[in-house]
């Protein structure tokens, strides 16, 4: 079965911190996802990449970037870390688009 | 741009019930409608999903009906056991129209599905 990793379950980060959150899949799938879930909000697409190098805005991108330097890791940066980031971030990753999503177990992040 | 509506967003129900979950969308070019369960403290599986040439798609106790003229499609799931208590997101793919990635998934907001013994 796919395995989707995500480097940490729990995270506390100061405010202004530079915050990496580090994800790895094992099937060579193409598309790699973050996802932010926040209660009552759903799943919010942050940023994609369909290919290595290659990446797209999500819905709510801002305060956020992103790198995929191999086709299996997909990481999310936070240059500079706010109150309002505090959330469940989600990595996700499928074999072409529109295709079944397969998740991390998530980072539960914290910036006081 | 496509926007997905999910209602209810609590849904108490008791074993052995019927469950339904009803989710509406506004891009009439989506094609793909997955629905996934996220059980407390795991991360969302794949339970089903559906696209646009189907009408109405069933595993075991688990269905999805898909109405396009009406742009909306439903999760059943039936004789519900306390392992069915989980939040439920439908989504769809946006259309050629929507300003973001093509290759995003839209999430509704989701549904606690508690079913009782």
């Known amino acids: 079965d796919v395995k989707v990793t995500q480097s940490s379950r729990y995270l506390v980060k100061r405010t202004g911190e530079k915050v990496f959150l580090e994800c790895v899949q094992d099937m060579d799938h193409e598309n790699m996802f973050w996802y932010r879930q926040d209660p009552g909000l759903g799943l919010r697409l942050i940023y994609f990449?369909?290919?290595?190098?290659?990446?797209e805005k999500g819905d709510i991108p801002e305060g956020y970037s992103v790198s995929r330097e191999k086709k299996e890791r997909f990481s999310l940066i936070l240059e500079s870390a706010s109150t309002n980031q505090t959330s469940m971030y989600l990595c996700?990753?499928?074999?072409?688009?529109?295709?079944?999503?397969?998740f991390g177990s998530g980072t539960q992040l914290s910036v006081l | 741009g496509e926007n997905v509506e999910q209602h209810p967003s609590t849904l108490s129900v008791q074993e052995g019930d019927s469950a339904v979950i009803k989710c509406t969308y506004s891009?009439?070019?989506?094609?793909?409608f997955p629905w996934y369960k996220q059980e407390l403290g795991k991360r969302p599986q794949l339970i089903i999903d559906?696209?646009?040439?189907?009408g109405e798609k069933k595993d075991q106790r688990i269905a999805v009906t898909l109405n396009k003229t009406a742009k909306h499609f439903s999760l059943h799931i039936t004789e519900t056991q306390p392992e069915d208590s989980a939040v439920y997101f439908c989504a769809a793919t946006p259309g050629p129209n929507y300003g973001g990635s093509q290759g995003n998934l839209i999430f509704g907001k989701g549904t606690k599905l508690s079913v009782k013994p």
């Open positions: 559906i696209r646009s040439n189907v």
């Open positions: 891009d009439s070019a989506s094609n793909y």
């Open positions: 996700a990753s499928s074999l072409t688009e529109h295709e079944k999503l397969f």
């Open positions: 990449s369909y290919d290595v190098k290659m990446k």
